[in-house]
């Protein structure tokens, strides 16, 4: 595997949604003379249709994947984030819906330690709850609770969650009106699923050739429901 660089280069500021809570992870660590030097908040966490400038190509094409663009097609980068120009590829949420401004969140992983916990009513009297790769829910919803409203994987973990996990009743991949898909960009097929979900098409290429996006995203998946992290973020959270 390839390791990111300990020396972060410095990408163009992201231009976030402001925030206006005062008790924020945001504020909180930037009040803290350590948090403070090691928490970067200019780092964009999406990558959307703007990003993809020759000056960024050339930057991230010296980077392995999932830190950047080595080895991949222009073509096939430039196509898929192309199609990423809507305003709800840019934000994760709208803040405007949290008219309070703080905003709770809650991250639940596939790792079992929540097995017996009793944890599920917490976990859904969050704002958003984020899930990742095998999102068990079924038979578990009083230690995981039920709520989804951002399911994150890579194509390769997404597969590999269905196998893995079906014996755990997970058989499908989330799905429903108002929740969103963040693919982690950590190989050539996650741009390539990802543009074929967005048009509704069979993947045209690589391993995952024939395949149907909508099998995984549903049939009426717009190009709104889907999101993509920035290798520079993946980059900034490693070698941080």
Not at 17 to 26: D, F, K
Not at 43 to 49: H, Q
Not at 101 to 114: E, K, P, S, T
Not at 158 to 173: D, R, V
């Amino acid at each position: 595997s390839f390791k990111p660089s300990t020396k972060l280069e410095e990408p163009k500021p992201s231009r976030k949604q402001p925030s206006t809570c005062l008790r924020s992870v945001t504020a909180r660590a930037k009040a803290d003379p350590k948090f403070g030097e090691i928490f970067r908040f200019d780092t964009p966490v999406l990558m959307w249709d703007q990003h993809f400038t020759p000056e960024t190509w050339d930057r991230l094409k010296t980077r392995h994947v999932p830190y950047g663009w080595q080895g991949l097609s222009h073509a096939v980068v430039g196509s898929t984030l192309r199609l990423l120009n809507a305003s709800a590829n840019r934000h994760l949420f709208d803040r405007d819906a949290f008219p309070g401004g703080c905003v709770r969140c809650a991250v639940v992983g596939n790792g079992g330690i929540l097995n017996g916990s009793r944890q599920g009513k917490a976990i859904d009297a969050h704002d958003l709850v984020f899930r990742l790769n095998g999102a068990v829910i079924k038979g578990f919803e009083e230690d995981v609770g039920t709520k989804i409203s951002f399911y994150g994987f890579t194509v390769n973990t997404m597969k590999n969650s269905l196998i893995a996990y079906e014996e755990y009743g997970f058989t499908q991949i989330p799905q429903a009106k108002n929740l969103r898909y963040i693919f982690i960009p950590s190989d050539v097929r996650d741009y390539v699923m990802l543009k074929s979900a967005i048009q509704g098409s069979p993947v045209p290429e690589g391993s995952d050739k024939g395949d149907e996006p909508q099998k995984y995203f549903g049939p009426e998946a717009s190009a709104e429901k889907f999101t993509l992290l920035h290798p520079d973020f993946l980059q900034y959270l490693t070698a941080r």
